[in-house]
C-alpha cells in the first residue's frame, strides 16, 4: 500500500496549478536581507488609519467578542447599502441583500459555489486576479479566459467577449479596475458588455475591490447600469481602499435570493467575519474617507511617477486608469517576463511578478506593484534602467 500522504489529496486540489506568484515569492524570500525593493506584493504600504485601529480596540474593550448575525453587523450593513448608493448608484437592502465576507476572496469563492455547477462555464478577462480560475476549477466549473490587449489599455471589449463566447456559458467574472493591469471600461464599454450579459443570458460577479483608487474620471459600476443590478453579483471590501488587508473584511451585494443562496455556505464555512473587523470597517466607512484621498494622491502620484520613468527606459507602460499597478511591455529588452524578472532581481534586486503568473494573456509582460513609497519607486527605476540598459547592451 503507498504511504505517501499525497493520496489522500482530493484530485481537483492536487491538480490546481502553483502559483505563480507563490513561486517567484520564494525566490524573494531566499533574497531576505539583500536590500531588495520589492514591487511585487499587492498590497499598500500604509498601515490602517489610526482611528479604525481604535474603534477595534474600542470594540475589545466593550466585551465584542461573539458571533453577529450570518450576514454581519446590521449599522455595517446599513453603511455599506449607503455608501453602494452614494458611490455606485445602486440600491440595497441592508436586511437580505447584502452579506458581509471574510474578504472579497471569500466572497469569490462563495460565488463560485453558490452559483457554478460542475461543468458549467464560466467567463473572466485575462490577465486576472490569481484566484479567479482556480476558483471556478475548484467548484469543477470550466473558466473561458477572454484575452484583454495593451494596445486597448487592458480594457475588456464586448467584440472579445462574444468571440470568446460559448453556448452554456453562466457567468461572468469582471475586475474594474484590473488587478495585474490597472485596465477599467468607460462607460461606452461598459454599456455593450452589459448588453451582451442580457443578450446571452450572463450572471455577473464584479469586483470593484479597486474602484476607490480610479485616478481618471469616475468610476461606473456595471451593477448601476439599466437592467444589470437583477443579474450583479457586487462585491467590494476594505482591504484596498483602507489599507486594511489583514483584518479579512468585505461584502457581496445583489438580488436577495442569489445574496441567500451565497448565505447558506457561508453560514455552513465561516458563521461570519470577525466582529472585530466589522466594528473596524463601521469607523471605516463612516469617517475614513479624508485617509482614503490622502492615499488615492499618494498612488496617483507614485503612477505617474512609474509610468514615465519605465517609458524613458523603453519599457512600453500604458497608464493604468486605476489600482496599483503598472503592467509594462517587457519584450524590448529581448526577455521574456520571466528572464526578466529574475534577472531583475538576480542583479538589481528589484522584485516585480511576471505577467504570466496571471494567465498566458501576460506574456511580454510584469507586474510592478506601486504600492511603495515615492523614493523607493525613483531608486527601483534607476536600478530597472541600468538592469535594462544591461539587457540591450547583452
Ligand atoms: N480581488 C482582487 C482583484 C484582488 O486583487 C485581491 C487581492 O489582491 C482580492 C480580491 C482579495 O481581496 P480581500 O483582501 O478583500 O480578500
Known amino acids: 500500500m503507498s504511504t505517501d500522504p499525497q493520496r489522500w489529496v482530493a484530485g481537483h486540489v492536487a491538480s490546481l496549478p502553483k502559483s505563480g506568484i507563490r513561486d517567484f515569492f520564494e525566490l524573494v524570500a531566499k533574497m531576505k536581507g539583500q536590500d531588495v525593493i520589492s514591487l511585487g506584493v499587492g ?88 484566484s479567479y480560475h482556480p476558483s ?32 452554456g456559458a453562466k457567468m461572468l467574472m469582471l475586475n474594474l479596475p484590473c488587478n495585474p493591469t490597472g485596465g477599467t471600461c468607460s462607460k461606452e464599454q461598459l454599456d455593450k458588455i452589459a448588453a451582451f450579459c442580457r443578450e446571452k443570458d450572463l450572471l455577473v460577479l464584479t469586483d470593484e475591490i479597486y474602484s476607490e483608487l480610479s485616478f481618471d474620471g469616475a468610476h461606473t459600476s456595471i451593477a448601476s447600469l439599466p437592467g444589470m443590478a437583477e443579474r450583479t453579483i457586487f462585491l467590494h471590501g476594505f482591504s484596498k481602499a483602507f489599507a486594511m488587508t489583514g483584518w479579512r473584511i468585505g461584502y457581496a451585494c445583489g438580488p436577495a435570493p442569489l445574496v441567500d443562496a451565497m448565505m447558506k455556505v457561508h453560514q455552513y464555512s465561516m458563521l461570519c467575519a470577525s466582529i472585530i473587523a466589522q466594528e473596524a470597517a463601521l469607523e471605516a466607512l463612516l469617517r475614513g474617507w479624508d485617509s482614503v484621498l490622502k492615499m488615492r494622491e499618494q498612488y496617483h502620484r507614485r503612477r505617474d511617477l512609474v509610468v514615465r520613468r519605465f517609458n524613458e527606459i523603453g519599457l512600453k507602460c ?10 509594462p511591455d517587457v519584450t524590448p529588452t529581448g526577455l521574456t517576463e520571466k528572464e526578466f524578472a529574475v534577472g531583475l532581481l538576480e542583479k538589481e534586486k528589484v522584485a516585480v511578478v511576471p505577467g504570466t503568473a496571471f494567465g498566458e494573456n501576460g506574456t511580454g509582460h510584469v507586474r510592478a506593484c506601486f504600492a511603495t513609497s515615492y523614493e523607493q519607486l525613483i531608486e527601483a527605476c534607476n536600478r530597472m534602467e541600468r538592469f535594462v540598459g544591461g539587457a540591450r547592451r547583452a
Not at 106 to 126: I, S, T, W, Y
Not at 136 to 160: C, K, M, W
Not at 318 to 327: E, I, K, N, V
Open 318 to 327: 500604458h497608464s493604468p486608469r486605476g489600482s496599483f499597478y503598472a503592467f
Open 43 to 130: 498590497e499598500p504600504d500604509f498601515v490602517t488609519p489610526w482611528h479604525i485601529r481604535e474603534a477595534a480596540i474600542f470594540a475589545l474593550e466593550r466585551g465584542k467578542t461573539y458571533y453577529t448575525s450570518n450576514l454581519g453587523l446590521i449599522e455595517l450593513r446599513r453603511a455599506i447599502a449607503t455608501y453602494v448608493e452614494q458611490h455606485f448608484n445602486v440600491t440595497y437592502r441592508p436586511e437580505d441583500q447584502i452579506l458581509v465576507t471574510v474578504g472579497v476572496s471569500e466572497a469569490l469563492d462563495l460565488a463560485c459555489r453558490a452559483f457554478v455547477n460542475p461543468g458549467d462555464k464560466v467567463m473572466f478577462h485575462q490577465p486576472c486576479y490569481v
Open 136 to 167: 471556478i476549477s475548484l467548484v469543477h466549473g470550466q473558466g473561458i479566459a477572454v484575452p484583454t490587449y495593451a494596445r486597448d489599455n487592458f480594457a475588456l471589449t464586448a467584440e472579445a467577449l462574444r468571440a470568446a463566447w460559448q453556448p
